[in-house]
């Protein structure tokens, strides 16, 4: 039964200060209630949306409930709750890419009493996303050059975690070389992994050095798509990444086989394994001016 809890709270973690970086538990809401707070809605005006606006940034949130009730209750309330906070993101210009959305129902609310109100929340974490500003595209005349020297570099990666699920989201760039062609990808996966911040299970990667590879055979800058492994560890400014990019043109292998990338610094503790897609985005192939 809906039961009014008062004004709804806002726990703000000061040690994610970084520049367009944000960590936010919005809580207190109504015992069986979904309905976003109007101070919920003020912080989400004021501190959130300034910095996912013109696609700055992602979002990660994830739902929760307090005790009472059933766990299918719980879960189902814990998705209208975040499913509440992203619609007013939506309504703000934020696009559904930005956002990704979680519920734990009352998973992680042993111990605590019946009805707490920091059980009763939506946690959010924001990251910006590094924006390559690379010279005016063109099309590549055929025949299209092709090449066996590249280099990958990470732009900037998000990884979130419910129990032994993961989900990770990261941004590269992998260059020709050669012909002096770059390309860009999106590997989405979910998985199994595991973050390790207390309370909230993610970690985000920032924008990394350039790694050298080859291949067997000369393939184009744009044939990196496809099925992929990606394996993470890291905290601060220590990683260790591992891609595994299967799904090359038949017969083309990366040398070596799975590249170990050296990456930027790390927001949290996070460890992960997933299997996924590289994804070309956009389409085309484009003029690598350099850094």
């Not at 590997?187 to 067997?216: C, Q």
């Given at each position: 039964m809906l039961h009014r809890t008062g004004p709804g709270k806002i726990q703000v973690d000061g040690s994610y200060s970084a520049p367009g970086t944000i960590k936010a538990l919005l809580y207190n809401f109504d015992v069986d209630g979904d309905a976003v707070k109007q101070e919920h809605r003020v912080f989400i005006q004021n501190k959130v949306v300034p910095l996912l606006e013109g696609d700055r940034g992602h979002i990660w949130m994830q739902g929760s409930a307090s005790r009472s009730g059933t766990n299918a209750y719980n879960m189902e309330l814990s998705r209208k709750r975040v499913k509440n906070i992203a619609a007013i993101l939506r309504a703000a210009g934020i696009i559904d890419r930005q956002m990704q959305l979680d519920a734990v129902g009352a998973e992680q609310d042993k111990g605590h009493k019946l009805e707490e109100e920091t059980d009763r929340a939506v946690a959010l974490v924001v990251i910006p996303v590094h924006k390559e500003s690379p010279p005016p595209p063109r099309k590549i005349p055929?025949?299209?050059?092709?090449?066996?020297?590249?280099?990958?570099?990470?732009?900037?990666?998000?990884?979130?975690?419910?129990?032994?699920?993961?989900?990770?989201?990261?941004?590269?760039?992998?260059?020709?070389?050669?012909?002096?062609?770059?390309?860009?990808?999106?590997?989405?996966?979910?998985?199994?992994?595991?973050?390790?911040?207390?309370?909230?299970?993610?970690?985000?990667?920032?924008?990394?050095?350039?790694?050298?590879?080859?291949?067997?055979?000369?393939?184009?800058?744009s044939q990196f798509d496809g099925p992929a492994r990606f394996t993470t560890a890291g905290v601060g400014p220590w990683t260790s990444n591992h891609l595994n990019m299967m799904g090359l043109p038949k017969g083309v292998t990366t040398i070596p086989a799975v590249l170990d990338l050296q990456t930027g610094f790390t927001i949290g503790i996070g460890a992960s394994t997933s299997v996924g897609a590289m994804i070309l985005n956009p389409r085309e192939e484009m003029i690598y001016g350099g850094d």
């Open positions: 055929p025949p299209p050059p092709v090449s066996t020297e590249f280099k990958i570099r990470l732009l900037g990666s998000l990884a979130g975690s419910a129990g032994p699920f993961q989900v990770e989201n990261c941004f590269f760039q992998i260059a020709d070389k050669k012909n002096n062609l770059t390309s860009f990808y999106v590997y989405s996966s979910e998985g199994v992994g595991k973050g390790l911040i207390k309370g909230l299970s993610l970690s985000a990667t920032m924008k990394g050095p350039w790694n050298d590879f080859r291949t067997n055979s000369a393939i184009r800058v």
